[in-house]
Protein backbone atom coordinates (compact mmCIF):
# COMPACT_ATOMS: atom_id res chain seq x y z
CA UNK A 1 0.00 0.00 0.00
CA UNK A 2 3.00 2.26 0.94
CA UNK A 3 4.61 1.59 -2.42
CA UNK A 4 1.30 2.62 -4.12
CA UNK A 5 0.39 5.81 -2.41
CA UNK A 6 4.01 7.05 -2.66
CA UNK A 7 3.83 6.51 -6.48
CA UNK A 8 0.52 8.14 -7.00
CA UNK A 9 1.87 11.28 -4.95
CA UNK A 10 4.67 11.33 -7.14
CA UNK A 11 2.62 11.59 -10.42
CA UNK A 12 0.89 14.67 -8.66
CA UNK A 13 -2.53 12.95 -7.35
CA UNK A 14 -4.22 15.03 -4.43
CA UNK A 15 -4.99 12.73 -1.38
CA UNK A 16 -8.63 12.81 -2.50
CA UNK A 17 -7.57 11.17 -5.85
CA UNK A 18 -5.56 8.82 -3.71
CA UNK A 19 -8.09 8.01 -1.70
CA UNK A 20 -10.51 6.91 -4.67
CA UNK A 21 -8.00 5.05 -6.65
CA UNK A 22 -6.97 2.80 -3.57
CA UNK A 23 -10.20 2.76 -1.13
CA UNK A 24 -7.66 3.96 1.69
CA UNK A 25 -8.24 6.54 4.07
CA UNK A 26 -7.02 10.06 4.25
CA UNK A 27 -5.58 9.08 7.44
CA UNK A 28 -3.24 6.46 5.72
CA UNK A 29 -2.18 8.59 3.02
CA UNK A 30 -0.96 11.63 5.29
CA UNK A 31 0.75 8.74 7.26
CA UNK A 32 2.55 7.83 4.68
CA UNK A 33 3.07 10.81 2.32
CA UNK A 34 3.50 13.57 5.42
CA UNK A 35 6.29 15.34 7.38
CA UNK A 36 7.00 13.51 10.93
CA UNK A 37 3.78 11.68 10.64
CA UNK A 38 5.03 8.74 12.02
CA UNK A 39 7.18 10.09 14.59
CA UNK A 40 3.49 11.92 15.83
CA UNK A 41 1.67 8.38 15.76
CA UNK A 42 4.14 6.41 17.34
CA UNK A 43 4.21 8.89 20.41
CA UNK A 44 0.65 9.52 20.06
CA UNK A 45 0.09 5.95 20.27
CA UNK A 46 3.02 5.33 23.47
CA UNK A 47 1.02 7.84 25.23
CA UNK A 48 -2.56 6.41 24.73
CA UNK A 49 -0.83 3.44 25.67
CA UNK A 50 0.43 4.50 28.79
CA UNK A 51 -2.48 5.84 30.21
CA UNK A 52 -5.10 2.89 29.03
CA UNK A 53 -4.43 -0.52 29.98
CA UNK A 54 -7.22 -1.63 28.55
CA UNK A 55 -6.07 -0.74 25.02
CA UNK A 56 -2.91 -2.59 25.90
CA UNK A 57 -5.03 -5.61 26.74
CA UNK A 58 -7.54 -4.97 23.88
CA UNK A 59 -4.42 -4.84 21.16
CA UNK A 60 -2.72 -8.09 22.87
CA UNK A 61 -5.77 -9.86 22.42
CA UNK A 62 -6.43 -9.15 19.23
CA UNK A 63 -2.74 -9.75 18.16
CA UNK A 64 -1.28 -12.76 20.34
CA UNK A 65 -2.35 -15.07 17.73
CA UNK A 66 0.43 -13.32 15.77
CA UNK A 67 2.99 -14.36 18.57
CA UNK A 68 1.11 -17.94 17.78
CA UNK A 69 1.92 -17.91 14.63
CA UNK A 70 5.70 -17.00 15.05
CA UNK A 71 5.75 -20.10 17.14
CA UNK A 72 5.21 -22.57 14.12
CA UNK A 73 1.28 -22.78 15.48
CA UNK A 74 -0.33 -21.83 11.91
CA UNK A 75 -3.19 -23.45 12.79
CA UNK A 76 -4.04 -21.86 15.42
CA UNK A 77 -4.31 -18.36 12.96
CA UNK A 78 -7.88 -16.58 12.71
CA UNK A 79 -8.85 -13.29 11.67
CA UNK A 80 -10.80 -10.65 13.04
CA UNK A 81 -14.41 -10.64 10.92
CA UNK A 82 -15.77 -7.67 12.75
CA UNK A 83 -12.94 -4.82 14.19
CA UNK A 84 -12.93 -3.57 17.62
CA UNK A 85 -11.81 -1.35 19.99
CA UNK A 86 -11.07 -0.48 23.87
CA UNK A 87 -14.42 1.65 23.54
CA UNK A 88 -16.30 -1.69 22.15
CA UNK A 89 -15.06 -3.28 25.29
CA UNK A 90 -16.42 -0.39 27.62
CA UNK A 91 -19.40 -0.06 25.78
CA UNK A 92 -20.08 -3.65 26.51
CA UNK A 93 -19.06 -4.06 30.03
CA UNK A 94 -18.88 -0.35 31.25
CA UNK A 95 -15.52 0.79 33.47
CA UNK A 96 -16.42 -0.96 36.43
CA UNK A 97 -17.48 -4.89 35.70
CA UNK A 98 -16.78 -8.16 37.40
CA UNK A 99 -15.25 -11.31 36.12
CA UNK A 100 -17.40 -13.24 34.39
CA UNK A 101 -15.78 -16.70 36.56
CA UNK A 102 -15.11 -15.78 40.09
CA UNK A 103 -17.96 -12.56 40.43
CA UNK A 104 -15.17 -9.96 41.66
CA UNK A 105 -14.84 -6.60 40.78
CA UNK A 106 -12.97 -5.49 38.29
CA UNK A 107 -11.71 -2.11 37.25
CA UNK A 108 -10.58 -1.18 33.82
CA UNK A 109 -8.27 1.40 35.00
CA UNK A 110 -6.76 -0.72 37.24
CA UNK A 111 -4.65 -3.04 34.70
CA UNK A 112 -3.45 -5.38 37.80
CA UNK A 113 -7.33 -6.31 38.19
CA UNK A 114 -8.28 -7.57 35.17
CA UNK A 115 -7.71 -9.86 32.37
CA UNK A 116 -9.05 -10.42 28.46
CA UNK A 117 -9.89 -13.89 28.38
CA UNK A 118 -11.05 -15.86 25.57
CA UNK A 119 -14.41 -17.52 26.32
CA UNK A 120 -13.74 -20.08 23.77
CA UNK A 121 -9.82 -20.32 23.64
CA UNK A 122 -7.89 -19.77 20.31
CA UNK A 123 -6.71 -23.32 20.43
CA UNK A 124 -9.98 -24.60 20.57
CA UNK A 125 -11.47 -22.48 17.50
CA UNK A 126 -12.07 -19.24 19.10
CA UNK A 127 -11.78 -16.17 17.63
CA UNK A 128 -10.08 -12.84 18.34
CA UNK A 129 -13.58 -11.16 18.08
CA UNK A 130 -15.54 -8.62 20.83
CA UNK A 131 -18.10 -11.97 21.22
CA UNK A 132 -15.17 -14.14 22.87
CA UNK A 133 -14.21 -11.68 24.60
CA UNK A 134 -14.59 -12.39 28.81
CA UNK A 135 -12.92 -9.98 31.44
CA UNK A 136 -11.80 -12.21 34.29
CA UNK A 137 -9.19 -11.73 37.34
CA UNK A 138 -5.28 -12.66 35.65
CA UNK A 139 -5.25 -15.95 38.78
CA UNK A 140 -9.47 -16.99 37.07
CA UNK A 141 -7.82 -16.13 33.40
CA UNK A 142 -4.21 -17.97 34.00
CA UNK A 143 -6.52 -21.20 36.00
CA UNK A 144 -8.77 -21.70 33.11
CA UNK A 145 -6.25 -21.51 30.39
CA UNK A 146 -7.10 -23.31 27.37
CA UNK A 147 -10.18 -25.17 28.55
CA UNK A 148 -13.96 -24.35 27.79
CA UNK A 149 -16.41 -23.22 30.51
CA UNK A 150 -18.19 -26.70 31.72
CA UNK A 151 -14.13 -28.36 31.54
CA UNK A 152 -13.61 -25.73 34.10
CA UNK A 153 -16.59 -25.74 36.07
CA UNK A 154 -15.88 -29.26 36.44
CA UNK A 155 -11.82 -29.22 36.82
CA UNK A 156 -13.01 -26.72 40.12
CA UNK A 157 -15.81 -28.91 41.22
CA UNK A 158 -12.71 -31.90 41.72
CA UNK A 159 -10.97 -29.62 43.35
CA UNK A 160 -13.05 -28.62 45.88
CA UNK A 161 -14.51 -31.98 46.52
CA UNK A 162 -10.87 -33.10 47.02
CA UNK A 163 -10.45 -30.75 49.64
CA UNK A 164 -14.07 -32.46 51.36
CA UNK A 165 -16.58 -29.12 50.11
CA UNK A 166 -19.63 -30.14 49.26
CA UNK A 167 -20.85 -29.25 45.55
CA UNK A 168 -24.51 -28.38 44.30
CA UNK A 169 -25.17 -27.41 41.08
CA UNK A 170 -28.34 -24.62 41.05
CA UNK A 171 -31.36 -26.91 40.09
CA UNK A 172 -32.16 -25.44 36.58
CA UNK A 173 -35.80 -23.82 36.13
CA UNK A 174 -38.21 -23.87 33.04
Given at each position: ???????????????NEIQKALGCSKGTIAYHC??????????????????????????????????????????????????????????????????????????????????????????????????????????????????????????????????????EKPSESC
Amino acid sequence: MKEQILKLRDEGKTYNEIQKALGCSKGTIAYHCGQGQKQKTKYRTEKLRQNNPLLQKVDHFKTSVKKCVQNRVQHFHRSIEKNFTYLDIIEKYGYETKCYLTGEDVSFRDAMSFALDHIIPRSRGGTNELHNVGVTTPAANQAKSNLLLPEFLDLCEKVLKNFGYKVEKPSESC
